[in-house]
C-alpha cells in the first residue's frame, strides 16, 4: 500500500514539473503524445477511485500478477478507448488545464488508497481482488508511465525493483542480472527494442517478447 502511495506522487510530481512544452512531445507508449499519456492518468485516477468504493462479498479470482492481460502485439491506436482518450486530451488544449485536473483526481485517488483496508475484497472488470493486491498492481502501471515521460526524473527505486519482480512473474521467469530494473520493463514491454548483445542474453525468452500489458 506504501509503495502504491510513493510510485503515484512520484509519478504527478513528475507530470506537474514537466515544461508545458513537453505535452506535444512523443510519449514513451506507442502512438501517445505526452497530453495523452497524462490524460489516460487522469482516467486510471478516476477508475482506482471508483474501485475502492466498490466492495465485494464475493470469492477473489485474481491477484497483482494475475490481474495483467497478456497479448504481444503492440497497440495500434484504433481501440476505441485509446481513440477517445486522444481525442479528451486535445480538448484540454491548455496543458495547464490538464496538470490541475491529474493533481485534483490523483491527490483523492491517493487518499483513497492510503485509507483503504488492503484485505477488503474490491470488484473491477469482472475480477474480484483484494485492495492490497489491486493497488500493488498499479505500482506496474505507474512505474512504467514513469518511464513514459520524456525527460522526467527517474521513478522511485523500490517502484522499479517491484515493477520488474511483477515482469518477471508475468512472465513465468527471471529476466538477466546484468539488466538493470529500467532495461527489464521496456525491453519486456516493447517500449524499446532489446541490443543485439542484450537478445544473445534473453536467450529463448528474447522470442517471446514483448509483454504488452493490458
Do not use: N
Not at 512523443?26 to 505526452?34: A, D, F, I, K
Amino acid at each position: 500500500m506504501d509503495l502504491f502511495s510513493r510510485t503515484w506522487a512520484a509519478l504527478r510530481a513528475a507530470v506537474a514539473a514537466l515544461p508545458g512544452s513537453s505535452f506535444a512531445e512523443p510519449s514513451g507508449c506507442r502512438g501517445w503524445l505526452v497530453r495523452d499519456l497524462v490524460c489516460h492518468l487522469v482516467i486510471d485516477a478516476q477508475d482506482v477511485l471508483i474501485t475502492l468504493v466498490t466492495p465485494t462479498s464475493s470469492a477473489v479470482t485474481h491477484d497483482a500478477v494475475t490481474y495483467w492481460a497478456v497479448a504481444s502485439e503492440l497497440p495500434s491506436g484504433d481501440d476505441p478507448l485509446d481513440a477517445l482518450i486522444v481525442r479528451l486530451a486535445a480538448a484540454y488544449e491548455d496543458p495547464a488545464l490538464l496538470k490541475f485536473h491529474l493533481a485534483d483526481v490523483g491527490a483523492a485517488a491517493g487518499r483513497a488508497a492510503d485509507l483503504a483496508d488492503p484485505g477488503m475484497r474490491i470488484s473491477t472488470q469482472d475480477m474480484v481482488l483484494t485492495a492490497g493486491d489491486y493497488l500493488s498492481a498499479y505500482v506496474l502501471e505507474w512505474t512504467l508511465h514513469h518511464l513514459d515521460l520524456p525527460a522526467a526524473a527517474p521513478p522511485p527505486p523500490e517502484g522499479l525493483a517491484r515493477a520488474r519482480e511483477l515482469v518477471e512473474q508475468i512472465a513465468g521467469t527471471a529476466f538477466p542480472a546484468a539488466f538493470s530494473d529500467t532495461d527489464v520493463l521496456l525491453v519486456a514491454t516493447g517500449r524499446r527494442a532489446p541490443t543485439d548483445a542484450e537478445r544473445a542474453s534473453l536467450g529463448d525468452l528474447a522470442g517471446r517478447l514483448p509483454f504488452v500489458l493490458g
